[in-house]
T-cell receptor, first 116, second 115 residues
Framework: DARVTQTPRHKVTEMGQEVTMRCQPI?????VFWYRQTMMQGLELLAYFRNRAPLDDSGMPKDRFSAEMPDATLATLKIQPSEPRDSAVYFCASGLVLDANTGELFFGEGSRLTVL | SQQGEEDPQALSIQEGENATMNCSYK?????LQWYRQNSGRGLVHLIL???NEREKHSGRLRVTLDTSKKSSSLLITASRAADTASYFC???????????????WGLGTSLGVNP
């Protein structure tokens, strides 16, 4: 049963600390998305990759956030230094995106981040 | 930016009743998708409807699409307590050389089904 795996599920940290979230997308999917979900803003797109190449990270605060995909089985989202306003649930999703169509996305269970 | 807008923001019904949620969007689309999110969980894909389709069914779900009005509706028939969740629509814009493929999300409808 193929699924997107995210770690950690929960993270509590103090302001200023580095946070790294990891995602294992579904094998064969060519696109990986990082989203942030809050009650106020809803689902925000932070960054995404196609065939491991970054396509758009305009949704990310670049001074503190970075996203990478070192290989086809791992995507990472790093926050350094973290701030209380970064508290949110971070989702990774993967899917097969072709020229004519974005198909269904498969989401991980999310990483709930609390920055004190 | 959010393109889809779900309506209503929140809906509370009794078990057995039907639930209807609407989604409006702004630009032309290639397809529209509906997702469900249970509390504390990730989003789960429910159904995809293409721009040349008008209606689609999947079990107790019925989705309609009106491209002239740029709107879609999701109908859940004979609702159950387990249908309690948030429901999101997402649109896929037609491909052109200037845009990278990504979905545009609405803010969701929170559905509560009372037993």
């Amino acid at each position: 049963d193929a699924r997107v795996t995210q770690t950690p599920r929960h993270k509590v940290t103090e302001m200023g600390q580095e946070v790294t979230m990891r995602c294992q997308p579904i094998l064969g999917h060519n696109t990986v998305f990082w989203y942030r979900q809050t009650m106020m803003q809803g689902l925000e797109l932070l960054a995404y990759f196609r065939n491991r190449a970054p396509l758009d990270d305009s949704g990310m605060p670049k001074d503190r956030f970075s996203a990478e995909m070192p290989d086809a089985t791992l995507a990472t989202l790093k926050i350094q230094p973290s701030e209380p306003r970064d508290s949110a649930v971070y989702f990774c999703a993967s899917g097969l995106v072709l020229d004519a169509n974005t198909g269904e996305l498969f989401f991980g269970e999310g990483s709930r981040l609390t920055v004190l | 930016s959010q393109q889809g807008e779900e309506d209503p923001q929140a809906l509370s019904i009794q078990e057995g009743e039907n639930a209807t949620m609407n989604c409006s969007y702004k630009t032309s689309i290639n397809n529209l998708q509906w997702y469900r999110q249970n509390s504390g969980r990730g989003l789960v894909h429910l159904i995809l409807i293409r721009s040349n389709e008008r209606e689609k069914h999947s079990g107790r779900l019925r989705v309609t699409l009106d491209t002239s009005k740029k709107s879609s509706s999701l109908l859940i028939t004979a609702s159950r307590a387990a249908d309690t969740a948030s429901y999101f629509c997402a649109t896929d814009e037609p491909y052109n050389a200037g845009n990278n493929r990504k979905l545009i999300w609405g803010l969701g409808t929170s559905l509560g089904v009372n037993p």
